[in-house]
């Protein structure tokens, strides 16, 4: 995720990024009340919550892992790197995103609703790691 915010045209440290806790990692470009946390929610409530969620392009923090969350009307992709087989980049649908359903822990926070982090995007403003 690190490497694709950067490479997006985010002016972040991907090493300091990368080595953070996934709540760091959202704080870092979004308002603490933009981020939405939901522990121990059964799957398919919170996934049924995304399909009324304001479309755009999400971060999404779990227990272990982060990743992107496509919301749009027909529903959510999410795109990360797995760190199990196919250990590559995947996208995948609500059925399939298992490391989204077994997560605990998930922190959400639309990267493209936000003015202030596409300002920030826009002008190449440094973007400040929290944790470290």
Not at 2 to 27: C, E, M
Not at 95 to 103: E, F, G, R
Request: aromatic share 8%; glycine share 10%; with cysteine.
């Amino acid at each position: 995720m690190a490497t694709v915010l950067q490479d997006a045209g985010f002016k972040v440290d991907r090493y300091q990024l990368a080595q953070q806790a996934s709540g760091n990692i959202l704080r870092s470009f979004l308002p603490k009340d933009s981020c939405k946390l939901a522990v121990g929610k059964e799957y398919n409530v919170f996934a049924d919550g995304l399909a009324k969620a304001e479309p755009g392009i999400y971060l999404v923090g779990l227990d272990t892992h982060v990743g992107f969350l496509v919301v749009g009307p027909d529903g959510f992709r999410m795109m990360h790197s797995s760190g199990s087989r196919p250990w590559c980049v995947v996208d995948e649908g609500r059925d399939d995103a298992h490391v989204l359903q077994k997560s605990n822990w998930r922190m959400l926070g639309n990267l493209t609703a936000d003015p202030q982090v596409l300002k920030r995007w826009l002008r190449a403003d440094k973007i400040v790691v929290k944790g470290t």
